[in-house]
């Protein structure tokens, strides 16, 4: 079983509608987790961080995270084409590894004009 | 502010020679951690540094790889002999003050070093 688990897509959604990204985790003590935006060729970009249960809004993302369920998911409101780019959900795992970050495969995203 | 750097942004050797990467962190960043994507895997954590203390080198895959920090500024990530398994993007992240709060550690990439072993 893999750490960090998501679907790997493609997810295809049309523009304006609402991308709704996944992620699973094994480790229960994991403490924060992020979502970085990949474009092809580039380097992950931050786009959220979430590490309390429940939502956490900005912008267009919305972040939940269900610790109980081992889940977080990324909400993408109104996409647009520039929203096009592999999705990597990001968790750190027990205190005493703080700095490392367990990815995801990656969600790639396409917005269909 | 700058960015994270790296260099060189690519890099072609043959099976055997060793490659020397560079990363700059963002100034004032006292973390800074290496990773790698290798094709079609998703990115592994390499090792981390405080400063520069190595934090965590679980993810260091054998002795053929050396991590340094000297000074707590730039780093170099060193391959020797290189191996075809080595072939890569081998990104480098800065973040700020990771160890005085557990939850804020937001890591920074740089834009890779693509790594091919012939």
């Known amino acids: 079983q893999k750490e960090v688990e998501q679907n790997s897509g493609p997810l295809s959604v049309p523009e304006g509608a609402i991308a709704s990204l996944n992620c699973t985790y094994s480790?229960?003590?994991?403490?924060?987790f992020f979502w970085y935006r990949q474009y092809s060729g580039k380097s992950p970009e931050l786009i959220m961080f979430?590490?309390?249960?429940g939502d956490k809004e900005d912008g267009r993302f919305t972040a939940q995270l269900n610790k109980a369920s081992q889940y977080v998911s990324l909400l993408i409101r109104d996409s647009q084409p520039s929203d096009s780019a592999t999705y990597l959900c990001?968790?750190?795992?027990?205190?005493?590894?703080?700095?490392?970050?367990?990815f995801g495969a990656g969600t790639q995203v396409v917005v269909t004009p | 502010e700058a960015g994270v750097t790296q260099f060189p942004s690519h890099s072609v050797i043959e099976k055997g020679q060793t490659v020397t990467l560079r990363c700059d962190p963002i100034?004032?960043?006292?973390?800074l951690y290496w990773y790698r994507r290798v094709m079609g895997k998703e990115i592994k954590f390499l090792l981390h540094?405080?400063?520069?203390?190595?934090?965590?080198e679980s993810g260091m895959p054998n002795n053929r790889f050396l991590a340094e920090r000297t000074g707590g500024t730039y780093s170099t990530l060193k391959v020797q002999p290189a191996e075809l398994e080595d072939s890569g993007v081998y990104f480098c992240?800065?973040?700020?003050?990771?160890?005085?709060?557990?939850?804020?550690?937001?890591?920074?990439f740089g834009p890779g070093t693509r790594l091919t072993v012939l």
């Open positions: 992240a800065s973040s700020q003050d990771g160890f005085r709060d557990l939850f804020h550690n937001e890591q920074f």
């Open positions: 480790d229960r003590g994991s403490q924060s």
């Open positions: 979430i590490y309390s249960n």
């Open positions: 990001a968790v750190t795992a027990t205190t005493d590894s703080w700095g490392k970050l367990q």
């Open positions: 100034s004032g960043h006292d973390n």
């Open positions: 540094f405080v400063k520069e203390s190595k934090q965590d």
